[in-house]
T-cell receptor, first 113, second 113 residues
Framework: AQKVTQAQTEISVVEKEDVTLDCVYE???????LFWYKQPPSGELVFLIR??????QNEISGRYSWNFQKSTSSFNFTITASQVVDSAVYFC??????????FGSGTKLNVKP | DAGVIQSPRHEVTEMGQEVTLRCKPI?????LFWYRQTMMRGLELLIY????????DSGMPEDRFSAKMPNASFSTLKIQPSEPRDSAVYFC???????????FGPGTRLTVT
């Protein structure tokens, strides 16, 4: 069975705090892909990152970083020095070669000034 | 390059009316997806196409929903007859397939009264 769990429904932080969004996945396949998307209040879904199951290297992009650990089936997302513009719902997703995405339920991040 | 284009952006209709949502995927993308997003059910995959062929329509709620992709640059999602419980934001997304990231359109907010 394929499943993505985002246990944190909503997180509130104050600007400049670091925040980590958790994502735990389930799959029996050895080849799979993990994604993060951002959905700001305006409503569109914005692609942030894609990782494949053979690449466990952590990735950093500006204030964003991602920690992929196959041993714990987790793909966590950290925002360093959060800003108000980071306020959004963040979705983690799992896919295989067959294209179908399995989305988590999302984590709503509120960054307060 | 233009992103995924959806029309209309907003649709308000009365129960029983036919509704047609339209999508133009990114040029060169061979996979197209229709999603529905509600507060209660989150982001649900309704149907997806590879090379214009429907692959998985298991998410289509019932026979009132139908989707077509007559060519590589156009798809429609039709609801006939519409019901108030169909009120949601409908997203179209496209990708190059093979586990690659999906790019989402801005969505159509449908309200059925």
């Amino acid at each position: 069975a394929q499943k993505v769990t985002q246990a944190q429904t909503e997180i509130s932080v104050v600007e400049k705090e670091d925040v980590t969004l958790d994502c735990v996945y389930e799959t029996r396949d050895t080849t799979y892909y993990l994604f993060w998307y951002k959905q700001p209040p305006s409503g569109e879904l914005v692609f942030l990152i894609r990782r494949n199951s053979f690449d466990e290297q952590n990735e950093i992009s500006g204030r964003y970083s991602w920690n992929f650990q196959k041993s714990t089936s987790s793909f966590n997302f950290t925002i360093t020095a959060s800003q108000v513009v980071d306020s959004a719902v963040y979705f983690c997703a799992l896919s295989h070669n067959f294209n179908k995405f399995y989305f988590g339920s999302g984590t709503k991040l509120n960054v307060k000034p | 390059d233009a992103g995924v284009i959806q029309s209309p952006r907003h649709e308000v209709t009365e129960m029983g009316q036919e509704v047609t949502l339209r999508c133009k995927p990114i040029s060169g993308h061979n996979s197209l997806f229709w999603y529905r997003q509600t507060m209660m059910r989150g982001l649900e995959l309704l149907i997806y196409f590879n090379n214009n062929v429907p692959i998985d329509d298991s998410g289509m709620p019932e026979d009132r929903f139908s989707a077509k992709m007559p060519n590589a640059s156009f798809s429609t999602l039709k609801i006939q007859p519409s019901e108030p419980r169909d009120s949601a934001v409908y997203f179209c997304a496209s990708s190059r397939g093979g586990g690659l990231e999906q790019y989402f359109g801005p969505g159509t907010r449908l309200t059925v009264t």
